[in-house]
């Protein structure tokens, strides 16, 4: 099995800690590991599979050493800078940032939804947005089976999304990361205001749901709230789709997709929670109930840890199909 | 101007203690106040405008002596069993449970929305739901102006909805009151499930929804969560009307309507939070904003304090309505 030379920006952090830790749980053939960081935290030391990694600071020429794949998870000035760098010295991309995601030359790749999207990159594919991620898992076989018209999203995220700025405002009952008090609090402000009313994080929901999707008719909207909780993002997803379907239909079709767990027996209490979901990889889905508001409508609520699946682990399944690509 | 005679049943509780804050803080015109509770907390004594009242037991004979209105807040099985008696007997019954609510000859009276209905009652007058009241008050002058076709709800629901027990799960991490920690958590449970996988939180809000506006042709559908915030619901709230709008008329509806709070000035982090609307009685509304999804349509934010408009302060508008109808 050929290994690989893998270097990982933003590795102080924690989705950069996350996707470390992934790339060990799921064994992913290294050769050689490269660790980046802020001149802030470089010099550090990270211990991998045993074994202790000195975290650089990432510059210009990190990238004139043979690196067949970066995983970039510091942030979006960071990728914007320094991913084409790392592309024209031939290396390939994987951003976790929101910079290049919609941009019609960089494929957004869910695994479970669009592996065949990672053939057309031009070096960088990214790695959607963590409340997109497990939004888009359930619809993707609804899709396939019923066609999503109309989605709407109204989001319950963790602090965690935040990185650990957002953690410490909620555990130590600070106002430094956020605008206001997170502790006790619901804020419905995820990212910066646009013109339209509508927050980043909204849009990027939208926006991210048809190009994953490669359905530019599905109608979207989106509300996103940052609620004291620490890991895992939830999201009531009201779907409204095209052609009838039986309940049965829908819970078959998510129980066989790949990705997803469905938790759904409410008269023994059982639906996802962010408290059971963290540290998981699956997405899970529960509350699965018709709408009897609109013609052909369900109502259904999605938990997943935004850390591993909506970010860390996503981005190493594609760090895996292009290492499978590149084989 | 006339005074009344007034019972308050569930003194002792969350909404009965602020019950009797509102009732001190609006002056109501009381000529004799009688306090009721449970067994178990019978025998204690409030404090009211100054004067120490004696918490005595309810019971079949409360409302033997002369009592012009009650307000009950003792909880759904105690208004069950006593409001019909103190009915017979000639009392006013304000009912904060929601045994009554969609019983046809029950009025559901929010007071800036229909308090015309008190009119039509036969002695009980139900309030609503507090999740409801936050949503049908901006939906009222939007319904009268644009027509509302379809609501969808998503809440966040604060601890205190659950009264002394809710909050205590929440401030001493316990896992009493609620099936699962809610601490660090969302619960998507608010009351129990029916058979069509709807809990009766969600069924409420869609029943009682159409019963106060009037109007059986809405559609409504709702996703009711518990989230780790002690007072104030927050509901997004995604509205399509049957006529065109412009988004200035939409703020102007809401911004004249009494009992609303328009707070959206989303350049200056403006919007309604949990942490701002705790102790006050109007309904925040922010984050006004087109939905392009669909034709007619807008999202928006409302978050109230569910222990005071949500339930004690409606409670008392309601008795002042009544007061005023007996003058």
């Excluded at 592309?87 to 019609?104: L, P």
């Excluded at 502790?183 to 929901?205: R, V």
């Excluded at 008719?217 to 789709?241: C, D, G």
Aim: aromatic fraction near 8%; glycine fraction near 6%.
């Amino acid at each position: 099995m050929k290994k690989f030379n893998l270097a990982v920006i933003g590795a102080t952090g924690l989705v950069g800690g996350t996707i470390l830790n992934t790339l060990a749980e799921r064994d992913f053939p290294i050769e050689n590991l490269y660790l980046f960081s802020s001149k802030k935290s470089a010099g550090s030391k990270i211990e991998f599979k045993g074994q202790d990694y000195l975290v650089e600071e990432l510059a210009e020429d990190s990238f004139d050493r043979d690196i067949d794949i970066a995983l970039f998870a510091g942030g979006g000035a960071v990728s914007e800078r320094f991913a084409p760098i790392a592309v024209e010295k031939g290396v390939h991309v994987v951003d976790n940032s929101s910079v290049f995601r919609m941009n019609k030359e960089v494929p957004l790749v869910v695994p479970e939804i669009n592996p065949e999207d990672i053939k057309w990159s031009k070096g960088i594919i990214a790695n959607p947005n963590c409340s997109t991620i497990q939004s888009v898992i359930p619809l993707k076989p609804l899709h396939d089976k019923f066609k999503v018209k109309r989605v709407i999203y109204s989001t319950y995220q963790s602090v965690s999304g935040s990185g650990l700025g957002g953690l410490r405002d909620l555990e130590e009952g600070l106002v430094e990361f956020y605008p206001y008090q997170i502790a006790y609090n619901a804020i419905p402000h995820i990212d910066s205001f646009l013109e339209n009313g509508y927050t980043k994080e909204e849009i990027k929901m939208i926006d991210e749901t048809k190009k994953i999707l490669n359905d530019d008719s599905i109608k979207v909207t989106a509300t996103t709230v940052r609620i004291p909780v620490k890991y895992a993002h939830s999201v009531s997803i009201n779907i409204e789709f095209e052609k009838k379907f039986e309940l049965e239909e829908v819970y078959k079709a998510l129980e066989e997709f790949p990705g997803i767990k469905v938790e759904d027996d409410v008269k023994n209490n059982l639906y996802p929670m962010p408290i059971k979901a963290e540290g998981k990889d699956e997405v899970f889905i529960g509350r699965i109930r018709r709408d009897f508001s609109v013609e052909n409508g369900i109502n259904i609520w999605s938990v997943a840890d935004n850390i591993r699946k909506g970010a860390a682990t996503n981005a190493v399944q594609i760090a895996e199909l292009v290492a499978k690509n590149l084989e």
